[in-house]
């Protein structure tokens, strides 16, 4: 019998990808639940024909050395791929994928409920439960903002983007404004949107959901001179990667209530680490990742995980396989 090429699974996925994958290759999975170190991952790697990685895993070109020339397919567990240099894999003709649609539901879910629990004071109400504050029905307490018919801002109008809009302007008929690198008349036809400067989403907004891809050009793009033209009452919501935000400029701004709330299920770094101020403030509503955490979203993701490696094996492109950059 011949030999099997060997993947490195980065940590234990939900079995349906872990099947397809076994049904093809030698398969090796990370046991623990925290990630293997940068030593751990270049030790496993090395000799394999794929990697199945996280996007806490950075897949940088010293991890593709010591894989070594074996290594054909890198498949990112996420649809974001910044952990992933995808210039140097496209230079070593390592072909990429990812895992676009399978979360889109899930993500915008996620989206939606920090906006709820970001206008209703979620976090605040549960804390003052749970330390036995509640003591009367208060008339003046928790007062909260609505959303039905304000406007609702998407900062990068992508899959998860399109699917909030859909949940927010049908349920709470609210007018859409987006930015985006191309029109959307499909969006402006079934849902009124319009695609505007980004100055204009941010100073007329009163919901503001990222949904923009971390790259050079957006890293920060939520800094202290966006964040002051953001309506007081603005609810800024980040469910894509935490370092589109200046975690401290918008602290100061939640602190100084120069917006109302945010709600990040993204931070940076992630975790969020132990002395990080933003947990203080009660304005802010932070989940640790969860987007995709659904039990279809990431079966599916499994499953398409491994198909883009089980492609690369058959000499076929990646079903899912993530757009070359440029060369430079
Ligand atoms: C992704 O797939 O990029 C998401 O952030 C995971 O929740």
């Given at each position: 019998?011949?030999?099997?090429?060997?993947?490195?699974?980065?940590?234990?996925?939900?079995?349906?990808?872990?099947?397809?994958?076994?049904?093809?290759?030698?398969?090796?999975?990370?046991?623990?639940?925290?990630?293997?170190?940068?030593?751990?991952?270049?030790?496993?790697?090395?000799?394999?024909?794929?990697?199945?990685?996280?996007?806490?895993?950075?897949?940088?070109?010293?991890?593709?050395?010591?894989?070594?020339?074996?290594?054909?397919?890198?498949?990112?567990?996420?649809?974001?791929?910044?952990?992933?240099?995808?210039?140097?894999?496209?230079?070593?003709?390592?072909?990429?994928?990812?895992?676009?649609?399978?979360?889109?539901?899930a993500?915008?879910?996620?989206?939606?409920?920090?906006?709820?629990?970001?206008?209703?004071?979620?976090?605040?109400?549960?804390?003052?439960?749970?330390?036995?504050?509640?003591?009367?029905?208060?008339?003046?307490?928790?007062?909260?903002?609505?959303?039905?018919?304000?406007?609702?801002?998407?900062?990068?109008?992508?899959?998860?983007?399109?699917?909030?809009?859909?949940?927010?302007?049908?349920?709470?008929?609210?007018?859409?404004?987006?930015?985006?690198?191309?029109?959307?008349?499909?969006?402006?036809?079934?849902?009124?949107?319009?695609?505007?400067?980004?100055?204009?989403?941010?100073?007329?907004?009163?919901?503001?959901?990222?949904?923009?891809?971390?790259?050079?050009?957006?890293?920060?793009?939520?800094?202290?001179?966006?964040?002051?033209?953001?309506?007081?009452?603005?609810?800024?919501?980040?469910?894509?990667?935490?370092?589109?935000?200046?975690?401290?400029?918008?602290?100061?701004?939640?602190?100084?209530?120069?917006?109302?709330?945010?709600?990040?299920?993204?931070?940076?770094?992630?975790?969020?680490?132990?002395?990080?101020?933003?947990?203080?403030?009660?304005?802010?509503?932070?989940?640790?990742?969860?987007?995709?955490a659904t039990f279809v979203a990431r079966?599916?993701?499994?499953?398409?995980?491994?198909?883009?490696?089980?492609?690369?094996?058959?000499?076929?492109?990646?079903?899912?396989?993530?757009?070359?950059?440029?060369?430079?």
């Amino acid at each position: 019998m011949s030999k099997r090429e060997r993947v490195f699974v980065t940590r234990q996925i939900p079995s349906p990808g872990i099947e397809l994958l076994r049904s093809h290759f030698e398969v090796d999975i990370w046991p623990d639940p925290l990630p293997p170190s940068r030593e751990q991952l270049q030790s496993r790697a090395q000799g394999v024909f794929g990697l199945l990685t996280l996007l806490s895993d950075p897949v940088d070109a010293a991890l593709m050395d010591a894989a070594g020339p074996s290594l054909r397919g890198i498949a990112n567990y996420a649809v974001g791929y910044n952990n992933i240099d995808v210039q140097e894999a496209n230079r070593r003709s390592i072909a990429v994928g990812n895992t676009p649609d399978a979360l889109t539901d899930a993500t915008a879910d996620i989206a939606v409920g920090l906006v709820l629990a970001a206008a209703r004071h979620f976090q605040e109400s549960i804390l003052q439960v749970r330390a036995l504050e509640w003591k009367t029905w208060e008339p003046m307490g928790l007062l909260g903002l609505d959303l039905k018919g304000k406007t609702l801002g998407i900062l990068g109008m992508g899959r998860i983007g399109a699917a909030v809009a859909r949940t927010m302007v049908g349920g709470w008929k609210m007018k859409l404004l987006y930015t985006s690198r191309t029109d959307k008349p499909q969006i402006d036809s079934e849902l009124g949107g319009r695609r505007v400067p980004l100055e204009e989403l941010l100073s007329t907004s009163d919901v503001i959901s990222i949904h923009t891809d971390l790259n050079p050009g957006t890293k920060h793009l939520i800094d202290r001179d966006t964040l002051s033209i953001m309506k007081s009452n603005a609810i800024l919501v980040n469910t894509a990667r935490g370092g589109v935000i200046d975690q401290e400029a918008l602290y100061d701004a939640l602190r100084a209530k120069t917006i109302f709330a945010a709600g990040l299920d993204v931070t940076d770094p992630e975790p969020l680490p132990n002395d990080s101020r933003l947990r203080e403030l009660p304005n802010c509503t932070i989940l640790p990742h969860i987007g995709s955490a659904t039990f279809v979203a990431r079966n599916t993701m499994s499953i398409m995980a491994a198909n883009n490696l089980i492609a690369t094996l058959h000499g076929q492109p990646m079903p899912h396989g993530v757009p070359m950059p440029k060369q430079s």
